[in-house]
Nanobody
């Protein structure tokens, strides 16, 4: 069983930054995919970044990769999401997620919400103009 706990959300002005943290525990499979998703009211939950816990580069939607940075600190069992140059449209609940099984580190992580089995409770990000 994998447990995920997000933190770091808050309210910022447009153009500001936040760093979200996802503390994880349990068996992640040593080489499995983790990611961040977000969901605004009325919208689908969408992926914003993914990484394999066994190594490899993070992946992002093309529209976000210039502003968001995902990183993993295995020593601290924490997955981070750095949010820069925030815009009002970034306002959403941000969720951390993990897959239950292993995933080859040379393969890109799946990006679909249905591909992830464990979820945190979410942390709210609000960006004002």
């Amino acid at each position: 069983q994998v447990q995920l706990v997000e933190s770091g959300g808050g309210s910022v002005q447009a153009g500001g930054s936040l760093r979200l943290s996802c503390a994880y525990s349990g068996n992640t499979g040593s080489s499995g995919c983790m990611g961040w998703f977000r969901q605004a009211p009325g919208n689908e939950r969408e992926g914003v970044g993914f990484i394999n816990s066994g190594g490899g580069d993070a992946m992002y939607p093309d529209s976000l990769e210039d502003r968001f940075t995902l990183s993993l600190d295995n020593a601290k069992n924490t997955l981070y999401l750095q949010l820069n140059s925030l815009k009002p449209e970034d306002t959403a609940m941000y969720f951390c997620a993990a897959r239950s099984g292993t995933w080859p580190r040379d393969f890109g992580c799946p990006r679909g919400r249905s591909k992830y089995d464990y979820w945190g409770q979410g942390t709210q990000v609000t960006v004002s103009s």
